[in-house]
């Protein structure tokens, strides 16, 4: 999905500390860190406390203004903004999941990119690691009918939850997860096996 006018606007405003500009971006994209941070632990496996998910969403929310908002520098409007912070968020939690558990290597910040949710959402099954990669995602968009598309890529994209979804695209919110699982299943049949 294109970067909108809106999110561009946002965006530039942040860039030109603009007053009232970053409360705006936290309001409108602080759900979807969350969600970013519960689905990469659970894909993981790491369980987490509500206060590490808060330290969590601060260190995302951190990195994003550090250096004068360096990371948000870095992007280019080939994708929505959401698209791109879902990625710095998931390689930010990946790095400091991987540090706190000791396990060496880490997961650099992007140079150039793309669960239990906090509105109480079920975690996704545990087989839903092969849509962690945006890549993966947006070829399966591709393939999918425009209403599949739209709701894959609310929820993995833009890390909504079902109800938002069923609320915007107006379809029953139970139809939401069987959408998901037949998306699944197709990419895992367009994906070559190892």
């Known amino acids: 999905m294109p970067l909108t006018a809106a999110d561009r606007m946002l965006w530039k405003r942040c860039l030109d500390h603009e007053q009232g500009a970053w409360r705006e971006f936290v309001d409108r994209f602080l759900g979807l860190i969350y969600h970013v941070i519960h689905h990469t632990a659970h894909l993981r496996g790491v369980p987490l406390r509500p206060e590490d998910v808060e330290d969590l969403a601060a260190e995302v929310m951190s990195q994003l203004v550090a250096r004068d908002y360096a990371v948000l520098r870095q992007f280019r409007g080939a994708s929505s903004l959401a698209a791109y912070l879902a990625v710095v968020a998931r390689r930010i939690c990946v790095r400091k999941l991987t540090e706190k558990a000791g396990g060496g290597r880490e997961v650099p910040l992007p140079d150039g990119v793309a669960a239990a949710s906090p509105n109480g959402e079920k975690p996704a099954p545990a087989g839903d690691s092969d849509l962690e990669n945006l890549e993966e995602v947006q070829q399966l968009l591709t393939k999918l009918p425009p209403r599949d598309r739209q709701v ?20 029953p919110r139970n139809s939401i997860g069987p959408i998901l699982s037949r998306a699944r299943q197709q990419l895992r049949q367009d994906t070559p096996s190892s």
Do not use: A
């Open 152 to 171: 894959v890529r609310m929820f993995y994209i833009e890390g909504r939850t079902y109800d938002e979804i069923s609320e915007e695209l107006g379809m």
